[in-house]
């Protein structure tokens, strides 16, 4: 424990951090997806996806509403595609480069070297298959390595166990929640945060990696070991 010229405690120093960058990046690839800066060309993929009755569930928890036609759809994107926080990416698969789902970088905040995951919405396509891992690796791997963020985090409503579920299986460690602290849908919404930070990274990358070699998975794609962090 460090004291300062008072007996306090404190924190320990800082004195050689370096402000992380701003998320500016047109594509992450990885072996079996990429992550691309969402764009034009991945509208019409995506209302496919998104504008399904299957797909309705999915936006339950998003704070959106499923757009009733593909003309408010489109808006719905290129309002995505203009914004610089959240910062926003197509998921796509690498094998046919169709656009299966979405995700974003925000609360971008270099000062603290904070940023999180969120926004994300992943077609039934997408979900529980290993691009859905690997873009979160992809995107982990980015903000740690390239911009140099030392705290990432997600949050989501705390009822979505879904969500939890699935950010606690990639290595992000639950902290607290957050009571009446957001109001969507006429609804309250208690807040689950969760985080990984940057000395987590190197021991959580080595587990992805050896989780998503193609040995781990046969011919319909499906894991042989579980993901283990």
Known sequence: MKY?????????SLCDFNMPEFPNIQNLTGQYSKLE????????????????????????????????????????????MASQDPYFFAVVDKQNNEAIGILSLLRINPKNASI??????????????????????????????????????????SLNQPSIKAAQRLGFKYEGTFRNHVIYKNRNRNTV???????DWPTLKMIFEDWLVKTNFDSEGNQLKRLSV
């Open 116 to 157: 999180e995951v969120g926004h994300i919405h992943f077609s039934n396509k997408l979900k529980r298959s290993r691009i859905a891992t690997e873009v979160h690796f992809l995107l982990a791997e980015y903000v740690f390595e390239t911009l140099g963020y030392r705290r990432y985090e997600w949050k989501c409503d």
């Open 37 to 80: 800066k969402l764009e034009t060309k991945h509208i019409d993929d995506l209302f496919n996806h998104f504008s399904m009755p299957e797909d309705l569930p999915n936006w339950t928890y998003l704070p959106d509403e499923q757009p009733q036609n593909y003309k408010q759809f489109q808006a719905y994107i290129e309002q995505k």
């Open 4 to 12: 300062n010229e008072f007996n306090q405690p404190v924190g320990e």
């Open 193 to 199: 945060w969760l985080s990984m930070l940057s000395e």
